[in-house]
């Protein structure tokens, strides 16, 4: 009696995510705290209920962006794998972690950024990822040793309130960058047109 071979599940070719609907998420969020931050150094002279208002919603704003960020960043990271055969210097769960582990997380996130922007194709010196990644130490670093030295400085003070802005504007258009670049190679790749996002 003959056995019929086993049947081979069919195989699919990887198909990259539309990284767009995520990347607004990021930028919308991140935009929302850049507001938030204005608002805080331009009413911190007095006791305005409008400082009081916003100041409450500064860390979940915060948090938002950083989740939305990190969601952009996944998404990124997952097409470049798929588009390019570019070696990653972090794989996948250390891509995200490195945002988290200190000290380590002064410099190799912005190696992750560097290595989604080339396997994007991206060519050129990576200029606005170097300016961003400046004002983010700026405001990461630079912000909490000014209030460790001066303890009874203001912490929306207009150098603190410029900071936090400038770090916010850049990483707008850091991921508008990145998307723009990305979703190009995805449309003229032979993985063919977007697909929805999927989680």
Request: charged letters at 15%; a positive charge.
């Amino acid at each position: 009696m003959e056995v019929d071979p086993p049947v081979k599940p069919a195989t699919t070719t990887p198909r990259a995510c539309d990284p767009r609907p995520l990347a607004v998420f990021a930028q919308a969020l991140i935009l929302l705290q850049a507001a938030g931050e204005l608002v805080l150094g331009l009413t911190s002279d007095g006791g305005s209920p409008l400082h009081a208002e916003v100041g409450r919603w500064t860390l979940p704003l915060f948090a938002g962006g950083i989740v939305g960020f990190l969601g952009w960043i996944r998404r990124c990271r997952l097409n470049a794998e798929i588009l390019s055969s570019t070696t990653h210097t972090y794989g996948r769960g250390r891509a995200l972690g490195v945002w988290f582990i200190p000290v380590l997380m002064w410099w190799a996130p912005r190696r992750v950024v560097l290595d989604i922007r080339r396997a994007g194709g991206s060519a050129g010196t990576p200029w606005l990822i170097n300016t961003w990644w400046t004002a983010w130490l700026a405001k990461s670093v630079g912000v909490p040793l000014y209030m460790a030295i001066d303890l009874e400085g203001n912490p929306n003070n207009p150098y603190v309130t410029l900071v936090h802005v400038v770090a916010c504007v850049l990483a707008i258009l850091v991921i508008q960058q990145v998307t723009t670049v990305q979703v190009s190679q995805i449309r003229t790749s032979r993985l063919g047109a977007l697909v929805p996002h999927r989680p």
